[in-house]
Structure formats: structure tokens, C-alpha cells
């Protein structure tokens, strides 16, 4: 049964009969215009402000629109620069580009085989099979384990404890003499080549001539590191985020990146959430939180590049900048109304001037094509939470009821159905619970109902209880903490108490 098409409740048995759009947008029920801008803003690339109430589905427009946007075409990467290493230099690479690297990497890694395929004086050398009896084992055993005799060639003559420690010794000179690496030469096709073995824990890898030929090229290249990966997430979440988080920095090094001693500064640089965002979401709930961090927002989404240093003036990588990193990000912002004018007004001019702003729903008209949006709804909470079953049509028209209620009493709206659907589906996850706990297994009208009471906020049982918050205070305080502001109360301190603190 498809909400998009609309059907009646008359025709639903279960939620398990209701169809979940594949499509993240199309799950998102009441926020038309909210959607249809979404839409706009993946396809064209343009920011997004977000404003309402929690729990309207702010946060799931953001993650639904990132899921539009086509994967990430560009790696970032810094690289040393040896002329001048506090300054590393930016390399940005193509998706085309990387694969093909990748592919140039394989083949100078060489192949992986067994140890009993590779020349039997090779994986003597290397560790992997006992000289004296044949058997074979890791290399990290020095004593072979068939025979309980050291591995390698070791010759015991003149040990005076040869009778008590000659196991040890020899197994102690057999892993010290055992080589990681062995270079001979084969012939293949009737031509002599050279080739190198390598340990690589329980195999070996070979290496022939045309892979230690591109190994020795890729030595010659600038080290480097890959600061945003190609195959990443496109949905950024940087929600409070602090200046490090949000901006980068260059870690500590107690040795001053000394060359020896220390680590190199092009190693130390890490990305921030607006770099780890280039070409795809960055969603910030709670924007006006960031306070003067959104001028740095603001510079970059106006040049799309912002440079990564050291945030710490006492640490060694404040002496370290990497300029031009890239971060061409959508910005997905969301606040509540009353936070409007903290928003920093040169940020809100860019978004207005290239994308979009919406007032989300806080309520719909309550007719059959709604009803069917919220009993669709309630199968994504069910399916989603994966530990509670599928709830009955009569739970389902609870459900509505429920929501026709809270429309009515928050919003002031009749003939509506309430959008404030995180509560509500902390009402469905309450009703599951109680069926699950009794054994049944459709959550029914009367899981509903229990879970009603269940599910009332802390001033709602204070209003029950007392008959108003006020009330609740009065009766749950004493005279003294009464007498100081009730959120503070605990910290108040009165200096002609002798130093008692109240509460």
C-alpha cells in the first residue's frame, strides 16, 4: 500500500502491509515544499536554511538531499614539500586519476603466494621452513615446531651450556638471522629477471621486475597523504562542532617535526568538517550555536577553499599552513524560529542569494491522504527501530488520534494532524515496547493508550501531580531555594551562611 498514491485506513490490516519509499525524500511526510526545494537545492547545488520546532524533520531533509547528490569526483591530498615543509602543497585528483593509481599500486605491490610455492632455499632464508626437517611454519616461530629444533642453520659448537641453553640459543641467532627480504633472479619466458621475496606474515610476496620497477618510480614521487578520501560519506554532520573539529588543524609533535626524530608536518595536517564536506552536505542543526565560528563558514562558502594551520599557538603545528584546500560544500543550516536573529546576517544574505530558505510545517490537514502519510509513518518508525512489531490498524487510528490532539493542543490547529513527529514516534517506540514485553505481537489500541500516559513529558505529569509547574516547585523546594532562581540554586552561594552552600 502506497501513501504517495493514497489509500484508506478501511483497506490496511498491519503496517507491515504499507510500502517504505525507497526514495530518503519521499519518507519525509508533511514538508512538501520543504522537499520539493530539497530537490532543487541536490540537483543545482544550492545552500539550504532550514526553520521550525524540533523534531519536524529538519535533520532528515538534510541527510535525504545529501543522498541525491551524485558521489564525490575529487581526493584531496596534501604533499611534502621538501624546500619548504612547514608549507605542504594541496593535490587534488580525479576519480579517473585515483582508480588508475590504484590500479599502477597493485602492480608494484607484487603477488601474495603461499611459502611452500616459493623456492625451497628462499623460504629457508626468510623463516618459513625448517632446514632440518622440512616442515613448515611462521616465521615468528623460531623453533620449529615438528622437530622443537631452531629453524635456520645455526651451528651450536663450542656453547658451554649446550646441555640447558642450547634451544634458546640457537632459537634466539635463528630469529636474528632470519631475513625479511631475499633478491635472486629467475628465468621467465628464456629471459633471466630479478626477484625479490618479501616476509608478509603467513605468505610471502614476490615481486618480479616490472613491479620493483614501479615501485622504484613511486619512490621518486613526493610523500604524501590522503586528507579527504574519494569513497566517503557525502553527509557531513557538524553540529557543535568546535573551531577544530569544524575548521582542521595540524597536530603536536614534541619534536618539532625534526626529520629523524619527529613526524613529518604534510602527516600531522587533519581536515576539518568543511573540507571533509567538498562535494557534498554540510549540515550544521543549531546554527546560531557556532557563534563567530559562521564567519569562517561564510568565507568558505564564498571562495570555496579555506586553508588548514595549527589552532594551538603553543604547539608545534601553528608554524604550519597548508594553503588552497578545497571545500565546495552545500550548506544545510537548521534553527528554531526564535533563533533567527543570531544567525550571522552576511551568512544568511548567501544563502538567501544562492539557495533557499524554508519554514518547515508544524501541522496538515487532516484528510484520507494524510491519514495514509501517517500510517506510512508509523511502519518507518517500526521498520527503522527493528525491535518492536508492526501495530494494528485500530493502533494506527490511535495513532492519528493522538496526533489530531497534539495539533489541537500545541499548534492551536483543528482538523489537523500534528508534523512534531519525534515525540510521536517516541509514542509508537513506547507501544512496542509494552507489546513486547507482554508477548504479543501487533501493538494494538491498547498499547497505545498505556503508552500515552507512558510518554508524557516531565511537566505533564508535574501539571497532573501539582496542577501547575509553579506548583511543582512549590511543593518539591524548600523556602531557601525558593528564595534563589531554581536553575541556579544549587551554585548559589550566600556569604553570611558561614559558607554553607543552599541545596
Not at 125 to 150: D, F, I, M, N, W
Not at 215 to 232: A, F, G, I, Q, T
Not at 294 to 323: C, W, Y
Not at 463 to 478: C, P, Q
Amino acid at each position: 500500500m502506497d501513501a504517495q498514491r493514497g489509500f484508506s485506513l478501511d483497506e490496511l490490516e498491519t503496517t507491515g502491509d504499507v510500502l517504505i519509499p525507497a526514495d530518503p525524500l519521499g519518507r519525509v511526510v508533511g514538508q512538501e515544499e520543504g522537499v520539493r526545494l530539497a530537490r532543487i537545492a541536490a540537483t543545482q547545488r544550492r545552500h539550504f536554511l532550514l526553520v521550525g520546532p524540533p523534531g519536524t524533520g529538519k535533520s532528515m531533509i538534510a541527510q535525504a538531499l545529501s543522498l541525491h547528490l551524485p558521489p564525490p569526483e575529487e581526493e584531496i591530498r596534501v604533499v611534502h614539500n621538501p624546500e619548504n615543509p612547514e608549507r605542504p602543497m594541496v593535490e587534488v585528483r580525479r576519480r579517473e586519476a585515483v582508480i588508475e593509481e590504484v590500479a599502477e599500486m597493485k602492480g608494484a605491490e607484487g603477488e601474495l603466494i603461499d611459502p611452500k610455492d616459493v623456492p625451497i632455499n628462499v623460504a629457508e632464508r626468510l623463516g618459513y621452513r625448517c632446514v632440518h626437517c622440512g616442515h613448515y611454519s611462521p616465521p615468528s616461530e623460531a623453533v620449529c615446531p615438528k622437530c622443537t629444533q631452531a629453524k635456520g642453520a645455526v651451528q651450536n659448537v663450542g656453547n658451554p651450556f649446550g646441555d640447558l641453553l642450547a634451544g634458546i640459543f640457537e632459537a634466539t641467532i635463528g630469529q636474528l638471522s632470519g631475513k625479511d627480504r631475499v633478491t635472486t633472479t629467475r628465468k621467465q619466458f628464456g629471459k633471466e629477471e630479478v626477484v625479490v621475496f618479501e616476509r608478509a606474515g603467513d605468505l610471502i610476496k614476490v615481486m618480479d621486475q616490472k613491479a620493483l620497477e614501479k615501485r622504484r618510480e613511486m619512490e621518486k614521487v613526493s610523500p604524501r597523504k590522503v586528507l579527504v578520501p574519494l569513497d566517503r560519506n557525502p553527509f557531513i554532520l557538524a553540529t557543535g562542532a568546535s573551531e577544530t573539529e569544524l575548521l582542521g588543524d595540524v597536530k603536536h609533535d614534541p619534536y618539532g617535526g625534526h626529520p629523524q626524530l619527529g613526524t613529518e608536518p604534510y602527516e600531522r595536517v587533519v581536515a576539518g568538517a568543511i573540507h571533509e564536506a567538498h562535494g557534498g552536505v554540510l549540515f550544521i542543526d543549531e546554527l546560531p550555536q557556532l557563534g563567530p565560528l559562521q564567519r569562517h563558514i561564510l568565507t568558505a562558502m564564498q571562495e570555496k577553499r579555506f586553508p588548514l594551520s595549527g589552532r594551538n599557538p603553543q604547539s608545534a603545528g601553528a608554524s604550519v599552513r597548508v594553503d588552497g584546500v578545497p571545500c565546495d560544500f552545500i550548506l544545510v543550516g537548521a534553527c528554531n524560529i526564535q533563533d533567527l536573529p543570531y544567525i550571522l546576517s552576511p551568512l544568511r544574505s548567501r544563502i538567501v542569494g544562492s539557495g533557499y530558505e524554508v519554514l518547515v510545517e508544524t501541522t496538515m490537514p487532516d484528510n484520507e491522504a494524510n491519514r495514509a502519510k501517517m500510517a506510512q509513518f508509523v511502519a518507518q518508525e517500526i521498520a527503522m527501530d527493528g525491535r518492536i512489531p508492526p501495530a494494528t490498524r485500530e493502533a494506527v487510528v490511535a495513532i492519528i488520534e493522538e496526533s489530531r490532539r497534539r495539533a489541537r493542543d500545541l499548534d492551536k490547529a483543528e482538523d489537523s494532524l500534528t508534523l512534531r513527529l519525534r515525540e510521536m514516534g517516541g509514542l509508537i517506540r513506547s507501544a512496542g515496547d509494552i507489546a513486547v514485553m507482554e508477548g504479543i505481537e501487533l501493538i494494538e489500541v491498547d498499547h497505545i493508550k498505556r503508552a500515552v500516559k507512558v510518554a508524557r513529558t516531565a511537566e505533564e505529569q508535574i501539571k497532573d501531580r501539582y496542577g501547575s509547574y509553579e506548583g511543582g516547585m512549590g511543593a518539591d523546594m524548600t523556602r531557601a531555594q525558593r528564595s534563589v532562581s531554581p536553575y541556579h540554586y544549587w551554585n548559589y552561594h550566600d556569604p553570611a551562611d558561614e559558607g554553607r552552600y543552599i541545596g
